[in-house]
């Protein structure tokens, strides 16, 4: 079967702890991206990655951090200096053309939901 | 900078009502996505639609993205419980197009 999983599903954290989120995927994917979801919102771009050892800021990377050492693997750090990191984290793949290529859907995996005690 | 709005934000309705969500871009976009989230769930791609004008459907659901390429609407005609769950436009970002911007959806909500 071929997806996105993502784990944990659901993650506390103290504050001021670092706590990484996995996200793997097995469709052979060159995009990946992480976005954030807060309750009644849409999705917010955090880093994206179109190649392997090579990713980008997305609109809200302060106090994030990613890798991007496997094709199929783009694990999420939330670090301490995420001020607000309560939220729902969504991984996603595409196939990647060319930056002037059409748009592929993206493929989106369960997600994992941060709460900060 | 670039935007993508999505109206309503919420809709209530009875089962078997019809509902329509409108989608508007600051920007001409070369084409527009839809997705669906399930309460609880991840988005899930509906459809994409590329030409000026143009429409598609998927049994009760009726997609159309304007004649400028700056809007588009989803509509679902009768409603059932299961349409419930949010539904995202999105369109390739100016900057990058392997990149989307989303709207910010529109959750309905179906009395049965």
């Known amino acids: 079967d071929g997806g996105i999983t993502q784990s944990p599903k659901y993650l506390f954290r103290k504050e001021g702890q670092n706590v990484t989120l996995s996200c793997e995927q097995n469709?052979?994917?060159?995009?990946m991206y992480w976005y954030r979801q807060d309750p009644g919102q849409g999705l917010r771009l955090i880093y994206y990655?179109?190649?392997?050892?090579?990713?980008q800021k997305g609109d809200i990377a302060e106090g994030y951090s990613v890798s991007r050492e496997k094709k199929e693997s783009f694990p999420l750090t939330v670090t301490s200096a995420q001020k607000n990191p309560t939220a729902f984290y969504l991984c996603?793949?595409?196939?990647?053309?060319?930056?002037?290529?059409?748009?592929?859907?993206?493929?989106f995996g369960p997600g994992t939901r941060l709460t900060v005690l | 900078g670039q935007q993508v709005m999505q109206i309503p934000q919420y809709q209530h309705v009875q089962e078997g009502e019809d509902f329509t969500t409108y989608c508007n871009s600051s920007?001409?976009?070369?084409?527009i996505q839809w997705y669906k989230q399930r309460p609880g769930g991840h988005p899930v791609f509906l459809i994409q639609?590329?030409?000026?004008?143009e429409v598609k459907k998927q049994k009760r659901l009726t997609f159309q993205f304007g004649e400028a390429k700056k809007n588009s609407s989803l509509h679902i005609t009768a409603t059932q419980t299961t349409d419930v769950g949010t539904y995202f436009c999105?369109?390739?970002?100016?900057?990058?197009?392997?990149?989307?911007?989303f709207g910010s959806g529109t959750r309905l909500l179906v009395r049965p």
């Open positions: 639609l590329v030409k000026s004008g």
């Open positions: 996603a793949s595409s196939i990647y053309r060319g930056a002037g290529a059409s748009h592929n859907e993206q493929f």
């Open positions: 990655s179109q190649i392997v050892n090579d990713f």
């Open positions: 469709l052979n994917h060159d995009a």
């Open positions: 999105a369109g390739p970002r100016m900057d990058s197009s392997y990149k989307l911007i």
């Open positions: 920007t001409t976009l070369s084409n």
